[in-house]
């Protein structure tokens, strides 16, 4: 049973960075493909980075150049830098592990780390 806790999040202006950061416990982290997904108000829940266990990374457009996913095995913790916020970016973000194929979230979440961006 893989239990996941975010933190990081906070309110920053438009423009400012972030770093979230997931700690995993349970399984074998360093074989866990992982993602970050985020959920707006009113919205559902969206995938928004991967990180496959060989190192490759997969963005969904909208933060295509703007967010990375990494992943310290030695930690269990997987992060997401977080640059050139934008109001857009406003929600709920959460980490899971993913099945890569589909990116579909394989574990039960966690309690999510709130990012609000200011205009």
């Known amino acids: 049973q893989v239990e996941l806790v975010e933190s990081g999040g906070g309110l920053v202006q438009a423009g400012g960075s972030l770093r979230l950061s997931c700690v995993a416990s349970?399984?074998?982290?360093?074989?866990?493909?992982m993602g970050w997904f985020r959920q707006a108000p009113g919205k559902g829940r969206e995938i928004v980075a991967g990180l496959h266990r060989s190192s490759i990374t997969w963005y969904t457009g909208s933060v295509r150049d703007r967010f990375t996913i990494s992943k310290d095995n030695a930690k269990n913790t997987v992060y997401l830098h977080m640059n050139g916020l934008k109001p857009e970016d406003t929600a709920v973000y959460y980490c899971?592990?993913?099945?890569?194929?589909?990116?579909?979230?394989?574990?039960?979440w966690g309690q999510g780390t709130q990012v609000t961006v200011s205009s």
């Open positions: 899971n592990s993913i099945t890569w194929a589909t990116m579909a979230p394989a574990a039960a």
């Open positions: 349970g399984g074998t982290f360093s074989s866990f493909n």
